[in-house]
């Protein structure tokens, strides 16, 4: 099974990632932004889980991974300061979202 992944994948225009590769992480993270940005998470969770799974480690992810730090320290926080926090997130959500987008399939018939 696992020696037919890879070309099943290949003709739905999907990539495989090797396991733990930075690549896969990327599209790991790309992937929780999407999430975030249809509403499936909120801001912090997509820190929270960046947070947890990279820290500060993967390049990419690190900003997040500071704005999970700056979600911690406003236990106390106002309405405010959580509100540019979002804003922050959903802008850097945004900007891995995009970084990289999905590979569409490509097209399986003659095209004339």
Known sequence: MHDLLPEALDEL???LYPIASE?????????L?????AGELKPWELTFRINQRYGHELPLTARLAELDDEYAFLEYGGDEEVAQIDAEVT?????LAEAHPRVPAEPTGDPT
Do not use: F, T
């Open 13 to 15: 225009g999907l990539i």
């Open 23 to 31: 690549a896969g992480r990327e599209a790991a993270a790309r992937e």
């Open 33 to 37: 932004a999407r999430r975030m940005m």
């Open 91 to 95: 802008a850097e959500a945004h900007r």
